[in-house]
């Protein structure tokens, strides 16, 4: 199993992987730093792909919401769900990711605790149950999933 | 006065004398020039003009005396021993003569003729003045009319440019309230960013390097505390300044609203144990979302400032009232809803009523209740939006009371003002 994470913070994505690694030592971590090169990196592979994007919206080059249009459009990638996983839930921001085809809108936790919650609900219930793990992160860590 | 030439002495005492017997004023001149000399310089009401005169006669005066403006119009009457021809009289009269009189003649007769003619020049002349005097008032009134419709044109020239102006200025102000709306959020954005930074590090300081120094874990502990604070800080001011996404306004259960704020404010509720109480409420115009802040606001005031001994009771009710008024009497059915939010709480001196709605104003220390004093200027600018208006009671330590009243439904039904600063 393999999660894509496309976010341009590299101390986030440190963190993000360092517990990611810490819940489930056998989820993959992939990291990318813009839409652009998560694309690229997604297009041009032979490996397997990521069973799950968790997707930034404020990056350079290509921001989180052309990205996740690129991958809803693209028949070989509109299948992977993707988790938008940002600082700040504007309404409109999650109106219009939730419209464009993202599974879910995560804030990013600010403890942790917190992020160990996030990830581990949402690693235990793949590859088959992701809709009711995020239900479970939705009742356990309900203040910053939108769902 | 009455003007008498003749060449003639003799002639002009004795009808002078004659004139002056019927208390007429008279003067004299003996030749066609001093006469003339003479109406140039005085004012005549008849001129009595003998014919046969040397150098000019009296027919050459007659036609000088029509062919000046200011003489035109004085009557001359002819009198003449001479020239009694027929030919004569008629010249006379064709050179502007109103009669013609030969001698001898009855002084009786001439007065009445003079009596006549002065009086006919009189009755002229006052004509005449009249009829100045009324082409002055014309021409007075047509100049006030055309000033009044100049400073009509000025007038609504003015207003229009101040229209224009103001227009522009609006326009102006509002493309800035947007600006600025629009600075907020991406500021608020910004700052967001590298405080939950912090907050995330100091949370992995920590969990990874201080779980054996107990002193330097309740430092670390306070430097999340205060970026809490800071983080609720530009969550409150984003909500009071953004362009809320939602500004539809639509038929509002309140019993809902309340509900929900209710289940949002669920851990604080259970925390203090509060105890509340909502009777049934009305349906409204408005927009759900800011309605719901706004109760959450009052409600979570009324939760955070509860007496540090006592469980917090608090007491939410409406009724139906005529117009925007905290006296108006309650009825079964009016165009306003008066809410009313009470608690228990701590109350606040009624002194700093003007205080606690607006901005950033706080009443107590942050160590004795938290709170980034954006709360009720929130609610304060919702029931405005919905032209409504919020007011509190309280005394010190003896609770404090809400009183909300909105409008059942809004003017225009499909806009709620936007949320700008």
């Known amino acids: 199993m393999i999660f894509l994470l496309v976010d341009d913070d590299q101390e986030d994505t440190q963190l993000f992987e360092e517990i990611l690694n810490e819940v489930d030592p056998r989820i993959g971590f992939e990291a990318a730093q813009n839409g652009k090169v998560a694309l690229q990196k997604l297009r041009n592979r032979e490996a397997a792909l990521p069973n799950l994007i968790f997707l930034d919206l404020n990056m350079p080059l290509m921001n989180g919401k052309e990205c996740l249009a690129e991958l809803k459009q693209d028949p070989a990638l509109k299948n992977i769900p993707v988790i938008i996983y940002t600082t700040s839930a504007h309404s409109r921001d999650i109106e219009e990711t939730l419209m464009a085809g993202a599974l879910c809108f995560i804030t990013k936790p600010m403890g942790l605790k917190d992020l160990r919650c996030v990830l581990s609900s949402i690693a235990s219930s793949l590859p088959n149950q992701l809709e009711n793990g995020l239900k479970h992160l939705n009742d356990t860590c309900g203040a910053f999933v939108v769902y | ?283 409204i115009e408005g927009n759900a979302g800011q309605l719901r802040q706004l109760f959450q606001n009052i409600i979570g005031n009324s939760l955070k400032f509860s007496k540090k001994e006592t469980a917090p009771e608090i007491r939410i009710w409406n009724e139906f009232v005529t117009e925007k008024s905290v006296d108006a009497p309650a009825v079964e059915n009016g165009d306003f809803v008066r809410i009313y939010v009470q608690d228990n709480g701590i109350g606040f001196d009624q002194q700093y009523l003007h205080k606690i709605f607006t901005m950033f104003q706080r009443l107590h220390s942050r160590a004795e209740y938290e709170g980034t004093g954006i709360g009720l200027a929130l609610v304060r600018k919702i029931t405005e939006k919905h032209n409504g208006m919020v007011v509190a009671n309280s005394c010190e330590n003896e609770g404090a009371t809400f009183t909300i009243i909105l409008p059942v439904l809004q003017p225009e039904p499909h806009k709620i003002n936007e949320l700008i600063i």
């Open chain 2, 1 to 283: 006065m009455i003007l008498i030439v003749d060449d003639k002495e003799e002639n002009l005492f004795s009808l002078k004398a004659l004139l002056q017997l019927h208390s007429y004023t008279v003067d004299m001149a003996s030749s066609g020039e001093l006469a003339l000399k003479k109406l140039l310089k005085n004012e005549y009401e008849l001129i009595i003009l003998d014919v046969q005169m040397p150098e000019m006669d009296g027919f050459e005066v007659a036609e000088a005396v029509t062919g000046l403006n200011k003489t035109k119009d004085i009557p001359i009457i002819f009198l003449t021993a001479v020239n009694i021809d027929k030919r004569f009289i008629s010249l006379g009269y064709a050179s502007g003569g109103v009669d013609y009189v030969t001698k001898p003649f009855d002084a009786d007769l001439l007065l009445l003729k003079v009596k006549t003619f002065t009086r006919l020049y009189q009755q002229h002349t006052n004509l005449k003045n009249i009829q100045q005097s009324l082409e002055t008032e014309i021409v007075t009134r047509k100049k006030a009319q055309e000033d009044l419709m100049q400073a009509n044109l000025s007038l609504e020239e003015k207003v229009a440019e101040r229209t224009r102006s103001l227009v522009e200025l609006n326009s102006g102000l509002e493309s800035r309230n947007a600006e600025l709306a629009q600075y907020v959020t991406l500021a608020s954005h910004d700052l967001q960013e590298p405080l939950r930074k912090v907050i995330t590090f100091s949370h992995v300081l920590d969990e990874k390097y201080l779980q054996d120094i107990p002193a330097a874990r309740q430092d670390i502990n306070k430097i999340i505390a205060s970026c809490e604070r800071m983080r609720n800080l530009i969550n409150d001011f984003l909500n009071y300044s953004i362009l809320s996404a939602d500004l539809t306004s639509t038929s509002v259960d309140l019993n809902q609203v309340v509900r929900s704020t209710l289940e949002d404010l669920e851990v604080v509720i259970i925390e203090k144990d509060a105890r509340i109480e909502i009777e049934h409420l009305a349906t």
